[in-house]
């Protein structure tokens, strides 16, 4: 630019750039964690992540594309590129925050408890749960492991891969809880009636956001825009309303 005697890219941030010049938005997320993202009969992606990172690479006037990446590698997966953006319900923490930026949260949630049946009445909240004759199990690497490790250490924590096998060892009897997030679990308890127990009360605080890499402000500031802008015009509600109401 001539008038301030320099020259000014025309450039956008590392990100940005690279799905402008690419035509693509990559997204990472974790198939299984329902309703968020979800792995259909047919071997599509479905669920309220998934229509949203569509809608979001429709306003970037991109392709959207897939990438299903197991839970526990899914940050080093966006921080060698693999993916732009993780849009997963990703709960938005300090620790997650030293290695990757969020956009501002775009749901909250926070953990409940599916109970074995055999346990209704005697556990009211996970504080009865912190006991060494009790088991929980979990998924790994989730904030639902964090939780059970900070607030009731002294159960027994078995912790799986995925949610699905997880969730199986309180319906099967091997395990006396899963701790897991509020929509999931009033998902698979509406689904599981008789063998599983919901409290229903989070005992966490937890806002889920999309992470991108350290030091790209122009994709934030692109997905805190698109974000209001869904939130005001009535995308967001018919997106919501079509996984979260039955
Ligand atoms: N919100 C929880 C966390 O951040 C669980 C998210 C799991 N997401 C998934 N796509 N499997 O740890």
Redesign the pocket.
């Known amino acids: 630019c001539a008038l301030l005697g320099t020259s000014v890219s025309a450039t956008a941030g590392p990100v940005l750039d690279d799905i402008v010049k690419t035509g693509e938005l990559r997204v990472c ?2 198939a ?2 329902m309703p ?2 979800m792995k259909s009969k047919n071997g599509s992606f479905v669920g309220f992540d998934i229509d949203i990172g569509k809608m979001m690479a429709r306003q970037m006037g991109v392709k959207y594309v897939p990438v299903n990446t197991a ?1 526990d590698g899914i940050i080093p997966t966006l921080l060698t590129g693999k993916c732009h953006i993780i849009n ?4 938005i923490n300090a620790q997650r925050n030293m290695r990757v930026n969020f956009a501002e949260p775009y749901i909250i ?1 926070g953990q409940t408890i599916l109970l074995n049946p055999e346990l209704e009445g005697k556990i009211k909240s996970y504080k009865d749960l912190n006991d060494s004759k009790y088991t929980i199990a979990t ?1 790994l ?4 492991e964090q939780a059970i490790k900070r607030m009731i250490s002294k159960a027994k924590l078995n912790v799986f891969e995925t ?1 699905s096998d997880a969730v199986l060892e309180v319906a099967n009897g091997k395990a006396d809880a899963f701790i ?2 509020m929509p999931f679990n009033a998902i698979y308890a509406s689904q599981n009636t008789g063998k599983v127990v919901h409290l229903e009360q989070p005992f966490t605080y ?1 806002p ?1 956001g999309w992470a991108v890499a350290q030091g790209d402000m122009d994709m934030l500031n692109f997905l805190n825009n698109f974000l209001r802008q869904i939130k005001g015009d009535g995308t967001y509600e018919r997106i919501y309303d079509k996984w979260f109401k039955d």
Not at 141 to 144: H, P, S, V
């Open positions: 997320f974790d299984g964690y968020f993202e839970w997963a319900g990703m709960t949630v998924k690497g989730t904030t639902g949610q897991y997030d937890e889920l």
